[in-house]
């Protein structure tokens, strides 16, 4: 099973960028993003289940970001939107081979992506 992530970068306050990851190798359930930042635990950002279609969105990102998907190529995308200082973490994505109505929580994923460093500058 392989991850990879890619599109992070460096922003300046207000911007926007687009992450995307491509997973292969397995059938997954479920796909989401995660983030850490320096010096803190690894947050929940925003998840979406294959099998409803349904998606979930962090309180602290909701009406900035949006996960979608295309679970025939198991690619998931974060379109970031007004981002802000705060959002500075290295994001990974992560992929699920099991059913779950409990994507917000890291436990739920088998397989994780290496990680992309997002930069958001004031």
């Known amino acids: 099973v392989q991850l990879q992530a890619y599109g992070g970068g460096l922003v300046q306050a207000g911007g926007s960028l687009t992450l995307s990851c491509e997973a292969s190798?397995?059938?997954?359930?479920?796909m989401g993003w995660f983030r850490q930042a320096p010096g803190k635990d690894r947050e929940f950002v925003a998840a979406?289940?294959?099998?409803?279609?349904?998606?979930l969105h962090a309180y602290s990102v909701k009406g900035r970001f949006a996960i979608s998907g295309d679970n025939v190529n198991n690619m998931v995308y974060l379109q970031m939107n007004n981002l802000k200082p705060e959002d500075t973490a290295v994001y990974y994505c992560?992929?699920?081979?099991?059913?779950?109505?409990?994507?917000?929580?890291?436990?739920?994923?088998?397989?994780w992506g290496q990680g992309t460093q997002v930069t958001v500058s004031s």
């Open positions: 992560a992929a699920a081979t099991n059913v779950s109505g409990r994507y917000y929580m890291p436990s739920q994923y088998n397989y």
């Open positions: 190798g397995a059938t997954f359930y479920g």
């Open positions: 979406i289940n294959w099998n409803s279609g349904s998606t």
